[in-house]
């Protein structure tokens, strides 16, 4: 079993930052990437980011150039770095680890999902 615990989320203007940090325990002796996805009410759950295990980084297109990804493997840590934030960003951010060292950006392919946190924008 895995547990992963998103902290980070908050209340920030539009054209804020905000980091948002995912820490894994448990079952994290093997390679694993991690996916970021985001609900806003009403919608569906979205692909954000991914990083491997290898730490390479991958973006939707509505967040491109201003979100960042990156891991602490000493932490069993990975990082959202939220830049220039919008109002269309705000929702509910999760993150979800896949096993394996590829990453995907189907809700369904991941293997454990952390509880979420609120991301609030203010125009």
């Known amino acids: 079993q895995v547990q992963l615990v998103e902290s980070g989320g908050g209340l920030v203007q539009a054209g804020g930052s905000l980091r948002l940090s995912c820490a894994a325990s448990?079952?994290?002796?093997?390679?694993?990437?991690m996916g970021w996805f985001r609900q806003a009410p009403g919608k569906e759950r979205e692909f954000v980011a991914a990083i491997s295990w290898t730490g390479n980084t991958y973006f939707a297109d509505s967040v491109k150039g201003r979100f960042t990804s990156s891991r602490d493997y000493a932490k069993n840590t990975v990082y959202l770095q939220m830049n220039s934030l919008k109002p269309e960003d705000a929702a509910i951010y999760y993150c979800?680890?896949?096993?394996?060292?590829?990453?995907?950006?189907?809700?369904?392919?991941?293997?454990?999902w952390g509880q979420g946190t609120q991301v609030t924008i203010s125009s």
């Open positions: 448990g079952r994290t002796f093997s390679s694993y990437a």
């Open positions: 979800a680890l896949k096993y394996g060292s590829r990453w995907y950006s189907e809700v369904g392919e991941y293997d454990y």
